[in-house]
């Protein structure tokens, strides 16, 4: 199984910063992405970066120059620090794992850590 541990949420200004960490466990032997998405009250869930083999990124239009989501391939681990912090970026953000399952892929996800931006 795999394990997905979020840190680093909270409440800040708008046109402040966080930094999101998501550290994985258990029975990773390749990872195809890691990313987050972010879920606000009464919305779609919806991706919000990702990093893939090669480090290729992929970012919402919405969050582009502001957010950036980095890896460390060693421990597992991706950030998201975000930046210039709008009240629309207010969210519960959920970590996820693509990887291998046999013939297949298989999408893990962390139990999401809330951010609220606000004066």
């Known amino acids: 199984q795999v394990q997905l541990v979020e840190s680093g949420g909270g409440l800040v200004q708008p046109g402040g910063s966080l930094k999101l960490s998501c550290a994985a466990s258990?029975?990773?032997?390749?990872?195809?992405?890691m990313g987050w998405y972010r879920q606000a009250p009464g919305k779609q869930r919806e991706l919000v970066a990702d990093?893939?083999?090669?480090?290729?990124?992929n970012y919402a239009d919405s969050v582009k120059g502001r957010f950036t989501i980095s890896r460390d391939a060693v421990q597992k681990t991706v950030y998201l620090q975000m930046n210039s912090l709008k009240p629309e970026d207010t969210a519960t953000y959920y970590c996820?794992?693509?990887?291998?399952?046999?013939?297949?892929?298989?999408?893990?996800w962390g139990q999401g850590i809330q951010v609220t931006v606000s004066s």
């Open positions: 990093i893939r083999s090669g480090a290729i990124t």
């Open positions: 258990g029975s990773i032997f390749s990872i195809a992405a």
């Open positions: 996820f794992l693509n990887r291998p399952d046999g013939p297949s892929w298989r999408d893990y």
